[in-house]
């Protein structure tokens, strides 16, 4: 498949998840040094934070939800203004009123998504699409951090959710670390205990 332009091709890349584990870092300033800052969903539409979340996005990488029309052409508009341009994941959720999205925005090619599916065993996240997008789409990989990645093992930044059900966390570890060097992936620390204490 021929590669077309993006504007991440050349420069560090800071691919940023939406797990909340997330706000319990200092990696902000890191992240909003990059030259190109890609949130992924609804991370995007989360408190932003300088210390722990950094404050930049570029672009966001986007599964569409929403059971309407509006409610999906809703979500894309909010992603656009947060940022600099959307690319769209998964092809299951391209189509708002039977129009492929895909048309005339950037996203993750169709047979990407089935070889990423088929290596997982189960429909990737938008984080692995996000990943392997990159991978293929950047002159130098080897530029690219990962932050704010704990496979489910905390709720979304932003509401609060885990969708883990449709995914498999721990092939999508596997595949994380077969991708990326364990230098580039940043991992937050865990949540604070809660004290019970009476």
């Known amino acids: 498949m021929g590669r077309k332009k993006t504007p991440w091709t050349s420069g560090s890349v800071a691919l940023v998840g939406s797990a909340e584990s997330l706000r319990y870092s200092s ?16 991370g995007a ?15 966001v990488f986007l599964t569409l939800t929403g059971r309407g ?30 129009v492929d ?18 290596r997982l065993g189960s429909r990737p996240s938008s984080g692995a699409m996000a990943l392997d997008y990159l991978v293929k789409t950047m002159d130098d990989p080897s530029s690219l951090h990962l932050y704010g990645f704990d496979f ?5 930044i932003a509401h609060g959710r885990n969708n883990i059900p449709n995914h498999n ?5 596997d595949y994380f670390f077969d991708t990326i060097e364990a230098a580039r992936f940043h991992q937050s620390p865990p949540p604070p205990s809660k004290d019970n204490t009476p």
């Open 69 to 98: 029309t509006f409610e999906r052409l809703g979500f894309l508009r909010r992603a656009r203004k947060v940022s600099q341009g959307v690319a769209l994941m998964s092809p299951l959720r391209r189509r708002v009123a039977r």
């Open 45 to 59: 539409f989360a408190r932003l934070d300088a210390a722990s979340t950094g404050l930049r996005t570029d672009w």
């Open 27 to 42: 990696f902000g300033p890191d992240i909003d040094s990059h030259d190109h800052v890609i949130r992924i969903n609804q």
């Open 101 to 118: 999205l895909g048309l005339f925005l950037p996203h993750y090619p169709d047979q990407w998504f089935s070889e990423l599916e088929e």
């Open 169 to 173: 966390p721990d092939a999508e570890r």
């Open 152 to 156: 489910f093992a905390t709720p979304d």
